[in-house]
């Protein structure tokens, strides 16, 4: 039978219980174990796609179009499998059900209360990818933090679960900190010890403490916190700050949390953890040869979150190079000042992205941008909303239509060359109206991105209403902005590619949704490639000017040797 393990978290959000999940699936992975990871949000949005990516992060998209929480995006990295829609659950889409279920009269007229209602479709939920048969281990990853009001169902479904399914199916890892304080140079134990005492009044017992720290737990605080919250020494796990997330796994290996996992739900120890492509991915990490800067043009740069995936797919593909890459963040406002200063901005960067987004603010300066990679001959990556402004930004100065625009941003403009797609235009609710998930496209052989990926065909996780309006394909064709990239179902336009510049891409779909450490996104790999070429070609031309242009010799002053 499925086994499953509920983590929770205690004392302060974001410890990083998405991270400890998807570290200990991977351990429990490299055993040859089959493992999922589930998150249970307790806001009551139904999804994170109405959110401002400043509320909740970027918005994560699976393969089957199911807008979900960005620990998703760790989960897929880690494991290198992907997740869908059931992995993903919220109060918000557990009541939703619930009340279609008593307005079709399926309760027969019984008073509908949380328990048993709402924590019965918890519960169905927190089992449903377990009894697919799929899985070895479901892990569920429950948000939000112990004491919580919102997060209160979840815990009880928990308990209900728990004394449905043994102990010997179902344990529970709860996360919290250990923070130090510098005055009385020490680590304290208190919060934790209020932590468990607020768990075990909601009728839950921890199996496992996971510990976030900045120092080493001596033996001492590990007996304290084992006598005080009623576990094993051996199960209070010390969590402490690593350099980079993808260290995680191999920390929690040498603290033995996959071992005491296996020896609490008695599973067979298959063999021994296999991390081995792990390692390499490290070891490359952190031995970077070279580096390159790229500046990513966005609009929502200070909570890096926003853009998570874009920034992983960046460690990822600079790994394949040896390459560390610098990723400066940029707010699109301020490139809305002259076209002058805009180039003096973005003179030192070896390649520019224009990051995903929605609405105007910020668009001109993307725009500016855009303009600057092209006639610079600067590595672009448009992403989204950044390939429709390299529509638009082409339009506008190469194929001199002025008032070109998205509808999005000017829906009187009488060239729009970026429109909404004809059977969106009747839509007003704005939850799940995009197209979301993946969708095919077929590559054009003699292109760059056809040299990036090596195939043909390929599949894409999309997030937008707005498409290419094919009206000016033609034109664009022409004048030498080619779409490489074809959805062969729809004929919608899907990757522009720029014919006389070193690497010019613009993709309407989310590479970095598909990226992982085992298998990095090409797309990000080439450009990343490209930045690294334009790096070198540059130094190797400041090199040869120093050749041909010598500095003087130098001569001491006339006191240089007085005594």
């Known amino acids: 039978m499925t086994k499953y393990i509920f983590v929770t978290g205690g004392v302060t959000s974001s410890l990083g219980k998405g991270i400890l999940c998807a570290s200990l699936a991977k351990l429990l992975q490299a055993r040859g174990f089959l493992v999922t990871i589930q998150k249970f949000d307790p806001y009551i949005n139904v999804d994170p796609g109405t959110l401002n990516p400043y509320e909740h992060g970027e918005c994560y998209v699976t393969d089957d179009g199911a807008e979900t929480d960005l620990d998703l995006g760790h989960y897929e990295r880690f494991l290198n499998t992907p997740t869908s829609k059931a992995n993903n659950v919220t109060t918000g889409a557990v009541y939703q059900t619930v009340i279609n279920k008593e307005r079709a009269g399926d309760y027969l007229g019984k008073t509908v209360q949380v328990i048993p209602h709402i924590t019965d479709e918890i519960k169905r939920r927190m089992l449903l990818l377990g009894q697919t048969g799929r899985y070895d281990i479901v892990i569920t990853e429950l948000g939000g933090t112990v004491g919580d009001i919102e997060s209160l169902p979840y815990i009880e479904s928990v308990r209900q679960l728990r004394w449905e399914l043994g102990r010997d199916n179902c344990l529970v890892i709860h996360l919290t900190l250990i923070p130090y304080l510098q005055a009385a140079k020490e680590l304290k134990t208190k919060p934790t010890q209020h932590s468990v005492k607020e768990l075990l009044s909601l009728g839950v017992q921890p199996d496992i403490l996971a510990c976030r720290t900045e120092h080493s737990l001596s033996a001492d605080i590990r007996r304290k916190l084992a006598l005080f919250c009623n576990v094993e020494m051996s199960a209070v796990i010390e969590a402490l700050d690593a350099d980079t997330i993808y260290d995680v796994p191999l920390l929690l290996l040498e603290e033995g949390l996959d071992s005491v996992v296996i020896s609490k739900l008695h599973l067979s120890d298959r063999r021994e953890p296999d991390l081995s492509r792990w390692k390499a991915f490290l070891q490359r990490l952190k031995n970077p040869t070279t580096d390159v800067r790229v500046g990513l043009v966005g609009k929502y740069n200070e909570l890096p979150d926003a853009y998570k995936s874009i920034y992983e797919s960046f460690v990822h593909a600079g790994t394949v190079h040896r390459c560390k890459v610098h990723v400066t963040p940029i707010h699109a406002e ?173 993709v309407q779909f989310h590479p970095e949704l598909k990226s992982t450490v085992e298998n990095p996104h090409p797309l990000f790999v080439d450009f990343v490639r490209h930045c690294m070429q334009k790096k070198a070609a540059e130094a190797e031309s400041h090199l040869l000017v120093e050749k041909q242009n010598p500095p003087p010799p130098h001569l001491p002053s006339d006191h240089a040797f007085a005594p």
């Not at 001199?400 to 829906?411: F, G, I």
């Open 334 to 506: 301020a490139l809305e000042g002259s076209y002058e200063e805009v180039c003096q901005t973005l003179a030192p960067f070896d390649g520019i992205l224009v990051a995903p987004g929605f609405g105007e603010r910020g668009i001109e300066g993307k725009i500016h941008a855009i303009r600057y990679a092209r006639e610079h001959n600067v590595p672009f990556f448009g992403i989204c909303l950044g390939m429709q402004m390299a529509c638009v930004e082409f339009a506008r100065n190469v194929l001199n239509l002025p008032d070109a625009a998205s509808t999005e941003v000017n829906p009187n403009t009488p060239h729009p060359v970026i429109d909404l797609m004809h059977e969106q235009k009747a839509i007003t609710q704005k939850g799940g109206t995009m197209r979301l998930g993946a969708f095919p496209c077929t590559l054009e052989k003699n292109s760059k991105v056809y040299a990036a990926y090596r195939c043909s065909d390929i599949s894409e996780r999309h997030r937008h209403r707005w498409e290419f309006n094919n009206a000016y394909l033609e034109a664009f064709r022409e004048a030498g902005m080619l779409p490489v990239g074809i959805n062969p179902n729809s004929g919608l336009v899907e990757i522009m590619e720029l014919k006389d510049h070193p690497w010019f891409v613009g």
